[in-house]
Every structure is written in structure tokens, then in C-alpha cells.
């Protein structure tokens, strides 16, 4: 289904946030005869949503009342946020109603032409960001769309002959009825067990990227063999490899020719210059050669918020908001980005059911100090402590400011303060990024 079939549909919506309030607001624009009819909320709203998207007539009900206000439409364009898997969902598919996201009818209207999608557990936002940088500054015009950057939607404005890189969530991907052009996965650990439900169904439907129609190129993670082999009736190009774009200690190579020194790169740690592989082996999938001057082109580049972000340095120590690792995995790479400083590594979050024991083996070799924070941070503070860890630097903090408080009693000059969480933030904070400005907020009052 494309967005231009909704011409005269009677829609529901369920849920709001950025990519229905697009939706909404290009159905006002380009289709006058679509309505939305009834909107769905898992929570009552704050405010009158149907006053917001432009509808004022649209039904506004609970998810109680939900499928019976659904079902009577032609099409349910549901947030990204709103689980495929809940009852009513299902109930609905079971009904005849079809049930769609903004970017799966944008994606569709476009038939995936000209657009690099970029998914994976993590990374695929600061892969996305260097893409579009790298596009730009090859002299292609591109804009940057998706989970970062403008709702796929938006992008009807603007000229359609441009590179369209779109940042793709598992959320989006779990439906999507056409895919992107050039498909770019990052990687793949376990991750939102309950938005989907399990880790097998998160993999499945994370994967369902790969055999999609209008794929032509997957570009995959060499150093995950198991995903890298993948089945795909795409082209498949990895990074990753000493054949294409690769990672060694001296930098970034690509076919064995050091292209960009590791003092050259615009982020710290190995997994961020992994990033910037899958970005130079989309951009080439796409049909475009990579700036001559990678050095040039990166060195305004800077870290996107709460992912490896120096917040502060004072007194010889480097504060890191790290917000966005909601896994052990990345969590991991975070600690790996600092091999030769001293470390105070601030973890813990929603209980997820996390296996520790590799990151606790990471952090006792690392001789990390462990700050732990609610819910997880005594299940990880025993990971660290069954790794070696003394149980001097293995700390237990009833909050975020008490951790702030530790860590500034515990790191020397020289240290890095790294706020990693490897949990998600649902517990205490709103999402990732409200954690990572309550971190700024008590650096800066301190």
C-alpha cells in the first residue's frame, strides 16, 4: 500500500509522535478526501490529539475500546512504538484491516528507489549520520530521514531525485511491505524482547530487511558471520573485510590501502570505525564514490547526542554520556573505545533480562571501577565481581546522583567517567536521552 492509495480512505491512527504528526499532516496536504476517523491510545493523552493532527471530528478512545473504533476503517497507520504483537493488532490483520507505518506507505509511494536504509541492533544512527555526511560532501544531494532526522513522510516535499538515507528501528522494519534500495545492517544482538516479544521474533522480523521487495543491495557485517551470510536475493557486499572497507590498528583500509588514520577518525572506538565502513560501503552501493579526502570531509563530524559524547572535562577527567548502549554488547565497545585510561563505568537500567558475564569479564580485565545503577546494577556489579572485579571498585548507587557523587570521589586524573548503562532507561527515565541530559544536568550543577 502507498501513501497516494489513501486518497479518500477512512483511516485510524494509534498512537502519536513525530511520524504520525507528519502522516497527519501531509493527508491534510496532498490527500483532501482521507480522514482519520479514530485515533488509539495505549494511555489517555495529555492533550486532545484530534485537535493536533488536524482531524477534530476523529474518535479518541483506549485501547479497551480500540478495536471496535479501528475495525470500521480502511487502513490503521499505527506509531512505531505500537507493537505489531498486541491482541488488538492481530485482531485487526485478522479482520481484513490492513495495518502500516508512515515509512512502510512512503517507502512504498517511492518503491524504495534512491533510498539506503540503515538498521541494526546498534549503530544505525551514527552510520546513517556519516553516510549523509560522506554523500554531501561527494558533492550527491542527500537528506537524512527516519529515526534521525525528518519522518520519512516529510520528505514528499523536497526534491525526489535526492539520496534518501532513512535510519530504520526494528519497530519499522517489523512490517514493512517494501524495502530500501540499499539495505544496510550494522549488526545484531538481543534487543527489545518486549516490544517483540522474544528474542527470536526480534531477529526474524529485524531480518525480514533482507527480503523485502526493491532490495538490490544488502550491505552486511562481515565480523558476524551469521548475519553476513544471511539468505538475500540481494546483492550482498560486506564491510568488515579485508577486500572492501576494513578496521585494522593502523585505521581504516580499503582493500588493504590505509585510507584514513586511526588519529584521523572522527569517532573513538573500534565499533565506530567499523560504522563508518558500512557507511563508505552503502555510499558505493548507492552508486557513489566516497570524497577523496576522507580526513577533510569527516573533520567537522562530531558525536550525535549520548552516544560516546564527551560531556565535560575538568580536572583531568573526561566525562562520557554513553546513554544510548542499552545493551551488554554495546556497553562492551564503549569500554573498548578508552584502551588506555583508567575507567569508571557507570551501568545498570531496566531489567531486560541481561546476561552480564561478558561484560563483567570485559570490566575486570579493563580494571574498570563499577558503578551500579537501579534496577540491574547489583546483577552486573556481580557479574563484575565474579570476573575479578574487587569489591572495593564494585559499587552499588541508589541513583544516578549518587553515582555522579561516587564516581567523582573515585576517578583520577587521567580517568574517563563513562555512563554505558548496557540496560534501557524505562524505569527511571522516559527514554535514553532523558537519562543522558539528567547526566549532563548533574555534571553542570556540580
Not at 538475500?232 to 568488515?240: D, E, K, N, S
Amino acid at each position: 500500500m502507498r501513501f497516494s492509495d489513501l486518497e479518500g480512505a477512512s483511516v485510524g491512527v494509534w498512537g502519536a509522535g513525530r511520524e504520525i504528526s507528519s502522516f497527519a499532516g501531509q493527508l491534510r496536504k496532498r490527500l483532501p478526501r482521507a480522514r482519520i476517523q479514530a485515533i488509539a491510545f495505549d494511555a489517555p493523552p495529555e492533550s486532545s490529539p484530534a485537535e493536533q493532527l488536524g482531524f477534530p471530528d476523529a474518535r479518541v478512545v483506549l485501547a479497551t475500546q480500540a478495536l471496535d473504533a479501528l475495525a470500521g476503517c480502511d487502513v490503521v497507520v499505527r506509531s512505531p512504538g505500537v507493537s505489531i504483537h498486541k491482541a488488538e493488532m492481530s485482531a485487526l490483520r485478522e479482520r481484513g484491516v490492513p495495518v502500516t507505518t508512515a515509512t512502510s506507505l512512503w517507502l512504498s509511494e517511492r518503491k524504495g528507489r534512491g533510498v539506503v536504509g540503515v538498521t541494526g541492533t546498534k549503530g544505525k544512527s551514527t552510520t546513517a549520520a556519516l553516510l549523509h555526511r560522506l554523500a554531501l560532501a561527494a558533492g550527491t544531494d542527500a537528506v537524512l530521514a527516519g529515526n534521525i532526522g525528518s519522518p520519512a513522510l516529510d520528505l514528499l516535499d523536497g526534491d525526489s531525485s535526492a539520496l534518501a538515507v532513512v535510519e530504520l528501528s526494528s519497530y519499522q522494519v517489523a512490517d514493512l511491505a517494501c524495502g530500501p534500495e540499499v539495505a544496510v545492517f550494522t549488526n545484531l544482538y538481543r534487543e527489545h524482547l518486549d516490544w517483540h516479544g522474544s528474542e527470536q521474533a526480534y531477529r526474524a522480523e529485524k531480518l525480514r530487511i533482507l527480503s523485502l521487495p526493491e532490495v538490490r543491495v544488502a550491505v552486511l557485517p562481515a565480523r558476524q558471520p551469521e548475519l553476513a551470510s544471511q539468505p538475500t536475493a540481494a546483492q550482498r557486499v560486506l564491510f568488515g573485510t579485508p577486500e572492501g572497507w576494513d578496521v585494522t590498528g593502523e585505521g581504516v583500509r580499503r582493500e588493504g590501502r590505509l585510507v584514513l588514520a586511526t588519529s584521523e577518525l572522527p569517532l573513538p572506538g573500534e565499533h565506530n570505525a567499523l560504522n563508518l565502513c558500512a557507511a563508505l560501503t552503502a555510499l558505493e552501493a548507492a552508486g557513489i564514490e566516497p570524497p577523496v579526502d576522507l580526513a577533510q570531509a569527516l573533520r567537522a563530524f562530531r558525536p550525535l547526542a549520548h552516544r560516546l559524547e564527551t560531556v565535560l572535562e575538568r580536572d583531568g577527567i573526561r566525562w562520557v554520556d554513553d546513554s544510548i548502549s542499552t545493551t551488554p554488547e554495546s556497553t562492551i565497545a564503549a569500554i573498548a573505545s578508552f584502551p588506555e585510561r583508567s575507567l569508571v563505568v557507570l551501568g545498570g537500567g531496566q531489567d531486560r533480562g541481561q546476561d552480564y558475564g561478558d561484560l563483567g569479564r570485559e570490566l575486570a580485565l579493563a580494571g574498570a571501577t563499577v558503578i551500579g545503577l537501579p534496577s540491574t546494577g547489583e546483577r552486573l556489579l556481580e557479574a563484575a565481581r565474579a570476573a575479578g572485579v574487587p569489591a572495593g571498585q564494585a559499587l552499588l548507587a541508589g541513583d544516578l546522583a549518587e553515582a555522579v557523587s561516587l564516581a567523582r570521589d573515585r576517578a583520577g586524573r587521567g580517568a574517563v567517567v563513562l555512563l554505558s548503562p548496557a540496560a534501557p532507561s524505562y524505569d527511571h527515565y522516559r527514554n535514553f536521552e532523558e537519562r543522558g541530559e539528567r547526566f549532563r544536568a548533574l555534571l553542570e550543577a556540580g
